[in-house]
T-cell receptor, first 116, second 114 residues
Framework: DTGVSQDPRHKITKRGQNVTFRCDPI?????LYWYRQTLGQGPEFLTY????????KSRLLSDRFSAERPKGSFSTLEIQRTEQGDSAMYLC??????????????FGPGTRLTVL | AQSVAQPEDQVNVAEGNPLTVKCTYS??????LFWYVQYPNRGLQFLLK??????LVKGSYGFEAEFNKSQTSFHLKKPSALVSDSALYFC????????????FGRGTSLIVHP
């Protein structure tokens, strides 16, 4: 079991730059989720995919954020024109649809973004 | 709107004593409830979940939780705490129907003293 992996683990960027993160889910999992976590808070849901279809997107997600999962395997999360408020840990998780809404999510180690 | 509250930012307990980490929720509809744990420098890990059936749910590492619909609570418990249980615990709510948006509580830091 290789688990969920995320790349990079850390990213430092300057305000206004674009950044892209990658998530590789557990191989047999067809659902993939993105969250954002700031210090002292629980993870905040951003979006989720079932295979390549993006089925849910948080209303809190700015238009500067976009996520893709083109072949139903890995996913990318892009943030355009980064702002200091985007500094956070970005978490990816995956699950197997067989469990329905009660499926267990398996989390990656996260990508820590710092916007200067 | 759905919400999860973890009223305690931190819980302190002596090793060997029972522990409780509290979670209450607010939702229109039937909830699915989960507990996840985050150890220092490690990713979030699943502990247990309530979907349907028995209100008492048993999970990993000797943890259990009781779903109480009348009190809208899902408190996490363990009969005898270990120092290695020290971590950050999150309660999570998902609606059984409608919009699929997992809602996490703010987290409770559990500190078990030797």
């Amino acid at each position: 079991d290789t688990g969920v992996s995320q790349d990079p683990r850390h990213k430092i960027t300057k305000r206004g730059q674009n950044v892209t993160f990658r998530c590789d889910p557990i191989s047999e999992h067809n659902r993939l989720y993105w969250y954002r976590q700031t210090l002292g808070q629980g993870p905040e849901f951003l979006t989720y995919f079932q295979n390549e279809a993006q089925l849910e997107k948080s209303r809190l997600l700015s238009d500067r954020f976009s996520a893709e999962r083109p072949k139903g395997s890995f996913s990318t999360l892009e943030i355009q024109r980064t702002e200091q408020g985007d500094s956070a840990m970005y978490l990816c998780a995956s699950s197997n649809k067989a469990g329905g809404r009660g499926d267990t999510q398996y989390f990656g180690p996260g990508t820590r973004l710092t916007v200067l | 709107a759905q919400s999860v509250a973890q009223p305690e930012d931190q819980v302190n307990v002596a090793e060997g004593n029972p522990l409780t980490v509290k979670c209450t929720y607010s939702v229109s509809g039937n909830p699915y409830l989960f507990w996840y744990v985050q150890y220092p420098n490690r990713g979030l890990q699943f502990l247990l979940k309530y979907i349907t059936g028995d209100n008492l749910v048993k999970g990993s590492y000797g943890f259990e939780a009781e779903f109480n619909k009348s009190q809208t609570s899902f408190h996490l418990k363990k009969p005898s705490a270990l120092v290695s249980d020290s971590a950050l615990y999150f309660c999570v709510l998902i609606l059984s129907g409608g919009s699929y948006i997992p809602t996490f509580g703010r987290g409770t830091s559990l500190i078990v003293h030797p």
